[in-house]
């Protein structure tokens, strides 16, 4: 799975997940983001030990391929902010990469 370069624009960032050919369907896909969430701002009033949060607007049910497409066509992920759900775990750095996963085959 690899992260082709996002569009721009600083709330609504889209991601186009590739699933690698040699994948099958019950594996997890994840969203890395390589660097620094520089653009996911926490609140104010948190502190530095406040978890970062990440939300996915709609439901993962909805991320379903076209009829009449093939495994080879991108998967559209759209992430909003503010970011709800996700933690990164207390024993990880700023530059580690976050993992966002689907249990259920797309």
């Known amino acids: 799975m690899r992260a082709v370069e996002p569009m721009s624009g600083l709330l609504h ?19 890395s983001v ?3 969430l ?5 609140p ?23 009829q009449n497409s093939n495994s080879a066509s991108p998967i559209h992920l759209s992430v909003a ?9 207390q024993n990880s750095n700023s530059a580690s990469p976050i993992h966002l996963s689907v249990a259920s085959p797309l």
Do not use: C, G, H, Y
């Not at 520089?38 to 926490?42: A, C, E, T």
């Not at 503010?82 to 990164?88: A, E, H, T, W």
């Open 38 to 42: 520089r653009m996911l701002q926490q």
């Open 13 to 31: 960032q889209q991601w186009t997940l590739q699933q690698p050919q040699n994948s099958d369907s019950t594996s997890p896909i994840r969203l």
């Open 44 to 66: 104010q009033n948190s502190d530095s030990t406040s978890p970062i949060r990440l939300s996915v607007a709609s439901p993962l049910r909805m991320l379903q391929q076209p």
């Open 81 to 89: 902010s503010p970011l709800r759900m996700s933690q990164q775990p």
């Open 34 to 36: 390589a660097s620094p």
